[in-house]
């Protein structure tokens, strides 16, 4: 189970997160929507660290990440990010190592995995994004939904209990968005408990078991997606789902 | 003297530094230098112990060798490699040096060392004695042992052959159409403070760091140069190879060559002026000057000697002396050799120079990388309290000159390590002290690099790295520094061709490396160009494979980032 509790975050004068709380349990896909600015990066950055927060409480299980930092930041952050994984927008692959290599980095140096049972997996799971002819080609020859793949395919390989997409398909194409939504689904389907930046709604429509709306650092709504796309309770929600009706 | 260059910029021996017109930006900076280093030289002297005191020859006895420094650089007659072969050195003073060592009972061992900085190598206990025309003066006495003289010097002013207009001394005191005359000498010798104190401010002079090539500019006639006032015994020895240059009036300016010794070593300072007595007395001392075409006249005018009980000892011309000595062997005076002959020669010593000045390239500059690397890495993820002194390490070494930093290292930190840990018997040798005066200089600007490298790198890569797990240490080693590494290749393999070249400063603190055995030969043997060619070729050949593989690794760079 992975719990904010009233989350504060600022940059200087600017409160971005405004105490947002959110629960997120085992086998849930969650997604979160809202309009650019309102802060949902950056919700997703606190909970594997990549950013501090001000005040209020992230819990990741039995962990608990303190808000500044410290070497009881550190200890914490250690544990959570090997049950947390993160796709970015930008992929992030290593370019200098081939597309399996990115895949073992992590088990072979970071959980000490022998060389060939990372192999091994990493074989697997680029099979399972459909990128295993790919295994030894470089990031920088791939199409840019392929590379998304494979930096799935890198995430999974960590077990992870739960995996942060921000905004995973918004640098790519149609054609290769559907190929990137698809995997993302096949995970769902698989019980992959995730939490999803996305403006992709359909994937919100039919995959998501929660969606909240988030708007200007706060929760304006949370409920399951019958509800939010069907019989929006607020105008937040209402004017954002038809904005991005026109988009 | 022989007053050897600190010559960095390498084949353009003729560096002329005229004043007082306008003060040269270079004659400032070596200014500040030379302050920075009579500071050095200060600290070193205060820190100086006396601990050693007499046992100095107990200890050249037991060695077997007597380690005399001199510069080759100088050339003849003082110390110059042979001409016939020129792996050998020969000279008056490689003679004096075998006459002491015979006298005390042992070998003579000759260490190559730059001129002007003798004296602090033998204060750093590499060498025993200083033998190389050092000139007697009230301070050089106060501050080391300085024998009896071995050689009564003076200097003498040469003109240009059919130059009309400078013909006497008096002449030179004349401003020539209005503009003063001017004069070349070796900087910082005696010939220099004598225009400076005769010339009664009317003569200009033109500084220059060998004697050859102050006679080759003043025959050349190079910066409206009239004269040059050269010590006697250089100009009788390369009076061949100078055929337009003519003397002016009789010798002037008297003084005294002195051997030198730390000041603590009476014993051996005894020792060197008995075996100088003792050559006085049996003559072999005109012999050994007769050779060189040193002898004359004013070498008669000696009285000054005592002998063991402290008495008088006369002109040491004894009556079966006096006239005409007979010389044993072939004299020897200067002997030009060039063309293909000269490289023929001296190609090979240049060749296994080269080898010296790629070893000190090639240990350095993978140490100046990772000491580059492990600054930049401090500055950008260290603690706080790693980044500040780690900047300033930067600016440190990058704001002072690599001949400043080898000169600590070399002279100084001997001196610190045997003050902090006394006893422990820690000593630097010259390759050692070269190899990280290098890398410690070339390592800031390594820094630079690399920090800029790996600021290159886009943030979504450490990013990601730890949002795999990586610690930060990990996702820099297998990440982030990889990727910098491929980035900052060309400039650094660029850095290493200009550390090829800066090798060459190496020669103040006895390193003898390509540029130093090209002006050791060619001032010898008189073949500036044809050496200098070689030289430059060398230098040509290990830095030209260098290039291309900059210009590759860019290459695949930039191609790399178009796909
Ligand atoms: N490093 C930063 N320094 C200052 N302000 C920041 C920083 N990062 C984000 N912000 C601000 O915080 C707010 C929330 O940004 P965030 O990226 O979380 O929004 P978002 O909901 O993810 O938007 P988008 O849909 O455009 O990605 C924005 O107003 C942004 O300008
Ligand atoms: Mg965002």
């Known amino acids: 189970m992975i719990e904010l509790t009233k ?7 600017h409160e971005v997160l405004r105490g947002v709380s959110l629960t997120v349990d085992d086998g849930e896909v969650c997604v979160l929507l809202g309009p650019s600015g309102g802060g949902k990066s950056t919700l997703l950055r606190t909970i594997n ?11 990741v299980g039995d962990v608990t990440l303190p808000a500044t930092p410290g070497p009881e930041r550190d200890k914490s952050l250690a544990i959570i990010r090997q049950r947390v994984g993160m796709v970015f927008q930008q992929f992030n692959l290593f370019p200098h190592r081939t597309v399996l290599q990115n895949v073992t980095e992590a088990p072979i140096h970071v959980l000490k995995q022998p060389r060939d049972v990372a192999v091994a997996t990493a074989r697997r799971l680029l099979e399972r994004v459909g990128m295993l002819e790919k295994q030894d080609a470089r990031p920088g020859s791939l199409s840019g939904g392929q590379q998304q793949r494979v930096a799935i395919a890198r995430t999974l390989a960590m ?3 739960a995996i942060l997409f921000d905004e995973p398909t918004s640098a790519l194409d149609p054609r290769t968005t559907a190929e990137v939504i698809s995997v993302m689904t096949d995970l769902a389907a698989a019980g992959q408990r995730m939490i999803v930046v996305t403006h992709a709604m359909s994937f919100a429509r039919t995959v998501a078991h929660q969606v909240h709306i988030l708007h200007a650092g706060t929760i304006a709504e949370s409920g399951p997606p019958l509800q939010i796309f069907e019989a929006p309770q607020t105008d937040i929600t209402r004017s954002f789902l038809s904005e991005a009706a026109i988009a | 003297m022989t007053r050897a260059g600190a010559s960095s910029s390498a084949f353009v021996s003729a560096r002329i530094i005229a004043r007082p017109p306008k003060q040269r930006l270079s004659r400032c900076v070596r200014q500040t230098l030379a302050l920075a280093c009579a500071a050095i030289q200060l600290a070193v002297v205060l820190l100086s112990t006396t601990a050693a005191a007499d046992q100095t020859l107990d200890a050249i006895r037991q060695r077997g060798t007597l380690i005399w420094g001199a510069d080759q650089e100088g050339g003849g007659p003082f110390v110059y490699p042979q001409s016939d072969d020129p792996t050998r050195l020969t000279g008056f003073e490689v003679e004096l040096a075998e006459l002491i060592a015979a006298h005390i009972g042992v070998k003579a061992q000759f260490a190559q060392g730059q001129w002007d900085k003798l004296p602090d190598v033998m204060d750093r206990g590499d060498i025993d004695i200083v033998l190389n025309g050092y000139e007697w003066t009230p301070n050089r006495a106060q501050r080391y042992g300085t024998s009896i003289p071995y050689y009564i010097y003076e200097l003498q002013l040469l003109g240009r052959v059919g130059d009309e207009s400078l013909t006497s001394w008096e002449d030179l005191r004349n401003p020539l159409d209005g503009r003063p005359r001017k004069v070349s000498v070796l900087g910082g010798t005696a010939a220099q403070d004598y225009i400076e104190k005769e010339g009664e401010g009317k003569i200009e002079l033109a500084l220059f760091d060998g004697a050859t090539d102050a006679m080759e500019a003043t025959e050349l006639g190079l910066s409206s140069i009239d004269a040059n006032l050269q010590d006697l015994p250089v100009w009788t020895f390369y009076s061949e190879g100078f055929t337009r240059l003519r003397p002016i009036g009789s010798p002037v300016g008297r003084g005294y060559y002195v051997a030198l010794t730390r000041k603590a070593d009476t014993d051996l300072l005894k020792a060197v002026n008995e075996a100088i007595l003792k050559a006085l007395q049996d003559g072999s001392l005109h012999q050994i000057l007769s050779r060189y075409r040193m002898w004359n006249e004013t070498q008669m005018a000696r009285g000054l000697e005592t002998n063991a009980s402290g008495g008088f000892v006369g002109s040491f011309i004894s009556g079966a002396d006096v006239g005409e000595k007979r010389v044993d062997g072939q004299e020897s005076s200067f002997e030009q050799t060039s063309g293909w002959r000269v490289i023929w020669q001296r190609g090979g010593l240049l060749i296994d120079a080269a080898g010296m000045t790629v070893l000190l390239s090639v240990t ?15 500055r950008l993820y260290g603690p706080g309290w790693l980044r500040f002194p780690a900047a300033c390490y930067v600016e440190l ?11 600590l290292i070399y002279f100084l930190l001997p001196k610190l390590l045997d003050t902090m840990l006394p006893g422990s018997g820690l000593t630097i040798n010259a390759f050692t002290a070269a190899v990280m005066g290098l890398a410690i200089n070339y390592s800031a600007y390594e820094a630079e690099i690399y920090r800029g490298g790996i600021q290159s790198i886009p943030k979504g890569q450490m990013e990601a790295a730890v949002s795999l797990g990586m610690s930060k240490a990990l996702a820099l080693r297998r990440v982030i520094v990889p990727q910098a590494t491929r980035l900052v290749l060309p400039p650094m393999t660029n850095d290493f061709i200009a550390l090829f070249k800066d090798t060459a400063v190496c020669s103040v603190i006895t390193v003898v490396e390509l540029s130093k055995m090209y002006y050791i030969q060619a001032r010898s043997a008189g073949a500036i160009v044809e050496l200098g060619l070689l030289t430059a070729l060398l230098y040509m050949a290990m830095s030209y494979p260098l290039s291309l593989v900059t210009n590759r690794l860019e290459k695949n760079l930039s191609q790399e980032r178009r796909s």
């Open chain 1, 7 to 13: 989350i504060v975050k600022r940059y200087q004068e």
């Open chain 1, 49 to 59: 660290g990549l950013e501090t927060f001000d005040s209020g409480k992230i819990r």
């Open chain 1, 159 to 161: 077990s992870p209990e």
């Open chain 2, 364 to 378: 350095a500059m993978p140490l100046a990388v990772l000491i580059g690397l492990a600054i930049a890495l401090s």
């Open chain 2, 397 to 407: 070494v990058r704001g002072t000159p690599l001949v400043l930093q080898l000169y």
